[in-house]
């Protein structure tokens, strides 16, 4: 096959490469602020899917950690830090969290673990108007640090912000990817497969729940560092509920478990919203609850799962007209 030899996967890699790095530059704003949202979305998908479709447990509560790092970054860009030492606890103190809660949680499993996540969005929000000092309260919060610099072109944020998040985004992606595929992903794939036959073979099912609740609440800062690169503007809005159960359509629908379906995942949840909203406001929720059905029951892999479907639908095909006739004569 074509796509498995290496010199052909490298000159896909260099050509989408390409046209990621010099697209923007023929691209109106709102275009390029739509792919920046993409790049946000698909992390927070990613962490979604390093808990869920790589570890097998259940989470409902990782748009807590995309808010607690915007939170974060937002009070860090206002108190005047530095930017760098914003980025590193944006992304800490959500992990730190996270793995607090990851101690008790991944102790429990089935209904009790999502409940527990569960109520990470439904406390955030109210303690987010709670602590207005630090989080603006009701009204949310701002955070301007994202302006291109003079030599790169004052009039010209919107590119600046794509780059941001196109290699902030780009970094995250390999990191996980090269996890996944090494020694702590084949721990993640049995534990998601088999707990007793992950512990017969060494691998302990709670340091491994505890580690990707971590990792995913890791990613998740780094969503939320992201969203304030491009947005500049959060809220208790941002922590809500409606949100996590949108995460987590996005990542069944872009693929459970797979780096390209959280990519996928991403731009489901940033542009089939505004889609809905043009067919009809008041049917948004209907329409994107259908898509979903409609993707469990044709492709339960995600779309991320379309190209192995129609391989294996045409291998079918093609036996089937390759079997010879039966014999109706005896």
């Known amino acids: 096959m074509l796509w498995s030899k290496r010199w052909v996967r490298f000159a896909v890699i260099a050509l989408v490469v390409l046209v990621l790095v010099f697209a923007p530059w023929s691209l109106d704003v709102a275009t390029n602020q739509a792919l920046a949202r993409i790049g946000v979305f698909a992390v ?3 962490g979604l899917n390093v808990i869920m479709g790589y570890t097998g447990q259940v989470s ?3 748009i807590f950690f995309v808010g607690l790092g915007a939170y974060v970054t937002a009070y860090g860009v206002q108190e005047g830090w530095n930017v760098v030492l914003v980025f590193v606890l944006a992304v800490l103190i959500p992990g730190v969290v996270g793995y607090i809660v990851a101690l008790a949680a991944a102790r429990l499993g089935g209904l009790a673990i999502a409940m527990v996540t569960i109520a990470l969005p439904i406390i955030g929000v109210p303690l987010a108007k709670r602590l207005s000092d630090w989080t603006g309260g009701s009204q949310g919060i701002s955070a ?7 030599w790169f072109g004052s009039r010209l944020d919107d590119i600046w912000q794509y780059y941001i998040v196109l290699t902030i985004t780009a970094a995250v992606f390999l990191l996980v990817r090269n996890l996944v595929r090494g020694k702590f992903g084949r721990a993640f794939a049995i534990v998601k497969e088999n707990e007793a036959v992950a512990s017969s073979m060494g691998i302990s099912p709670y ?3 505890v580690m990707a609740f971590t990792i995913a609440a890791l990613i998740g800062g780094v969503s939320g560092f992201l969203y304030m690169v ?3 503007y959060t809220s208790p809005e941002t922590l809500s509920f409606g949100h996590s159960i949108s995460l987590l359509a996005s990542m069944v629908i872009g693929g ?5 379906g959280s990519l996928i995942g991403g731009a489901y949840y940033v542009l089939v919203p505004n889609v809905t909203n043009e067919i009809d406001a008041t049917l948004t929720s209907l329409i994107q609850g259908v898509i979903l059905l409609v993707a469990l029951f044709v492709l339960p892999g995600g779309l991320a799962s379309a190209p192995r479907a129609l391989r294996r639908l045409l291998r079918g095909r093609r036996g089937k007209a390759s079997s010879p006739p039966r014999n109706s004569q005896r």
């Open 44 to 46: 927070a998908v990613l």
């Open 60 to 62: 409902l509560g990782q």
């Open 144 to 150: 301007r640090f994202t302006s291109a610099p003079d």
């Open 207 to 209: 340091r491994t729940k």
């Open 230 to 232: 491009v947005v500049q």
């Open 256 to 260: 459970a478990g797979s780096i390209v």
